[in-house]
């Protein structure tokens, strides 16, 4: 018998997190779902089928206490299909200069954006080397460009997605992926752009949804993929690493 296919999803309460919770739950995948406001969380859990399997696990991902709940979950089941590593932070908003962001500031964005996801993943691998997994880390455009006022961000993001391709390349039982998952109509984008009307960006549903279920589908080598990318007919291949050089038609988070 196929065993029912299990994931953990970070930042589960809202926008990209929350719309693949619902995408996954739909093709009967049991869940363990996790942010820290849990009125937010149980809301997420509630509007899924009534039939989904679903643990909601409120917390702060750069909390190891909270990391080792997520973990005696992730034990109970035996293996982990998919680890996705979603949850975020901007760091203070508006964003601000380099030279006006603190280290203290720069640490707490590091310590969500890099340290977390690298932490479960180390406690979360036996588990998905047992499902043959998938570590899917969501990045931004943010890592590989270099605008202004998004520094601590986008230095964040370098690095998860560094972590992301070299335990790729580690790890030759489960597959690590980077997703820049475009802009996205959501309450981090808004933050970023406050006050501005972010009505054209897409819904996290209308592509970044789909690109990754495209990744969890076709499985293809680890790397970092673009969500745009993976949504052509072309074959599937990783994103360059490198900025291309073009100049930035938007900012996305
Ligand atoms: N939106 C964009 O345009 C865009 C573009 C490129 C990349 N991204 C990336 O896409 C991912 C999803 O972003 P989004 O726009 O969907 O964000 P969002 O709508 O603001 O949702 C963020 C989620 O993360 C949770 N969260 C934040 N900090 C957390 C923490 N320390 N511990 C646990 N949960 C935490 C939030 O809930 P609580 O606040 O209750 O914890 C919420 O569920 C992020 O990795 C982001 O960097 C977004």
Do not use: C
């Not at 930042?11 to 093709?27: F, N, P, T």
């Not at 399997?53 to 109970?76: F, I, M, N, T």
């Not at 982990?80 to 203070?92: F, H, K, R, W």
């Amino acid at each position: 018998m196929t065993p029912i296919r299990t994931a953990l999803i970070t930042g589960a309460s809202q926008g990209l997190g929350r719309a693949l919770a619902g995408a996954l739950a739909a093709r009967g995948w049991r869940l363990l779902l996790t942010a820290r406001t849990a009125a937010d969380l149980s809301a997420t859990a509630d509007a899924l089928p009534v039939e989904a399997e679903v643990v909601a696990v409120p917390g702060d991902v750069s909390d190891a206490d909270h990391r080792d709940d997520l973990r005696l979950v992730v034990d109970e089941w035996g293996r982990l299909d998919v680890l996705v590593n979603n949850a975020s932070t901007l760091g203070p908003t508006p964003l601000r200069p380099l030279r006006d962001l603190t280290s203290d500031e720069l640490a707490e964005i590091l310590s969500v954006n890099v340290v977390a996801p690298h932490a479960l993943a180390r406690l979360l691998l036996p588990a998905l080397e047992v499902a043959g997994g998938v570590v899917l880390d969501i990045s931004s455009d943010a890592a590989v460009e270099h605008y202004e006022t998004w520094g601590g961000y986008g230095a964040s993001k370098a690095a998860l997605d560094h972590l992301t391709l070299t335990l790729g390349a580690e790890q030759s039982r489960i597959r690590a992926y980077a997703l820049d998952p475009g802009d996205m109509r959501t309450a981090m984008h808004q933050s970023a752009f406050p006050g501005e009307d972010i009505s054209d960006r897409p819904l996290p549903s209308d592509l970044a949804v789909p690109a990754a279920l495209s990744l969890l589908d076709r499985r293809p080598e680890s790397g970092r993929y673009r969500a745009s990318d993976l949504l052509t007919d072309a074959p599937t291949a990783p994103a360059a690493t490198a900025p291309t050089g073009a100049p930035p038609s938007g900012v996305a988070s």
